[in-house]
């Protein structure tokens, strides 16, 4: 299977900062990443579609400024949280659909778990 | 609007037990994907296997069965011979339909159902 790489895959900061998540699909393309959020013992929620080349796409309730999307490359997804606070506290995983094929499969991340002090 | 339900919060089996993980789904679009995934608590999401809404047979996968019902929208997904590396969340996951475009290939996901198996 794809191999869909994630960075860091722990991270605390202080509240205030920001902090970037690097999403890299390492032996395909992608021209479409997505990004979820998950809480604890809880379910997958999609935030926001990334797209090569274009402004992502958000789920309705997903502030678009304090969750930054950028996909630079075919392999390159970044999800910025800026001024994070403790209620940002999370999981959040990628995942990237490969642009040879046409079946919908995708390939997840490892996750990063961030913690805001 | 498409939504998955998940309604086992919880599930205990025996070792080398069969145990069944129930899934609904509701959906409007004529085609459709359906997907199985397991979450252990390093928090990776694990592809166990797929059913697209056109196919004949229930999908199979080593000891993971898909109980595909679409008359009843449930994609159950029955693990056999249960061991205890199972033990873990497990997700059922719908695909959008809008083949080709940019929002083909996400997903909306179930609650999940905390698998334990017992020794």
């Known amino acids: 299977g794809a191999v869909v790489s994630q960075h860091p895959s722990r991270v605390i900061c202080k509240s205030g900062t920001s902090v970037k998540i690097e999403c890299r699909s390492l032996?395909?393309?992608?021209?479409?990443m997505f990004w979820y959020r998950q809480f604890p013992k809880k379910s997958l929620m999609l935030m926001a579609t990334?797209?090569?080349?274009?402004?992502?796409?958000?789920e309705q309730g997903v502030e678009k400024d304090k969750f930054l999307i950028n996909h630079a490359s075919l392999t390159l997804s970044t999800l910025t949280v800026t001024s994070a606070h403790p209620e940002d506290s999370s999981f959040y995983i990628c995942?990237?659909?490969?642009?040879?094929?046409?079946?919908?499969?995708?390939?997840f991340g490892e996750g990063s778990r961030l913690t805001v002090l | 609007a498409q939504k998955i339900t998940q309604t086992q919060p919880g599930m205990f089996v025996q070792e080398k037990e069969a145990v069944t993980l129930d899934c609904t789904y509701d959906?409007?679009?004529?085609?459709?994907?359906l997907f199985w995934y397991k979450q252990p608590s390093s928090g990776e999401m694990i592809f166990l296997i797929y059913?697209?809404?056109?196919?004949?047979q229930n999908a199979t996968e080593g000891r993971y069965s898909l109980n595909f019902q679409k008359a009843r929208k449930s994609a159950n997904l029955v693990i056999s011979a249960s061991q205890l590396g199972d033990s873990a969340m497990y997700f059922c996951?719908?695909?959008?339909?809008?083949?080709?475009?940019?929002?083909?290939?996400?997903?909306?996901f179930g609650q999940g159902t905390i698998l334990t198996v017992h020794p």
């Open positions: 990334s797209n090569e080349g274009s402004k992502a796409t958000y």
């Open positions: 996951a719908m695909r959008g339909a809008n083949a080709g475009g940019t929002s083909y290939g996400k997903l909306t």
């Open positions: 959906t409007s679009d004529p085609s459709y994907g």
């Open positions: 032996d395909f393309q992608a021209t479409t």
């Open positions: 995942s990237a659909r490969p642009l040879d094929r046409n079946t919908g499969e995708l390939f």
């Open positions: 059913q697209g809404s056109y196919d004949q």
